[in-house]
């Protein structure tokens, strides 16, 4: 029902910036929560950021806290995760996903996801 397509990874120094796109497509856009998740080399998918369908609330784990932003712009049908302050252990493959109930921060309560994109910090 609902395709996300992740898109602005890319590779950075320590301390810089990206900003992660997340189009979707089909009906509804706004009747879902979105959050980013993210997956390094050997490690299982965290949870990074959340947000709920008319924006006003957000949430973050905390090893994000404070450097990242997450917004959307429901006309634009677009999902962002702005990063600052980059680390090497941010590197990973970052994944969209859309959630029909609430603003979960649990992977399984996600309904729908993309396909991701490689962020990569260097030291």
């Known amino acids: 029902q609902v395709q996300l397509v992740e898109s602005g990874g890319g590779l950075v120094q320590a301390g810089g910036s990206l900003r992660l796109s997340c189009a979707a497509s089909g009906r509804s856009f706004r009747s879902y929560a979105m959050g980013w998740f993210r997956q390094a080399p050997g490690k299982e998918r965290e949870f990074a950021a959340a947000?709920?369908?008319?924006?006003?609330?957000?949430y973050y784990t905390d090893s994000v806290k404070g450097r990242f932003t997450i917004s959307r712009d429901n006309a634009k049908n677009t999902v962002y995760l702005q990063m600052n302050s980059l680390k090497p252990e941010d590197t990973a493959v970052y994944y969209c996903a859309a959630a029909a109930w609430g603003t979960p921060r649990a992977a399984y309560e996600y309904n729908y996801w993309g396909q991701g994109t490689q962020v990569t910090v260097s030291s």
């Open positions: 947000i709920s369908r008319s924006g006003g609330t957000t």
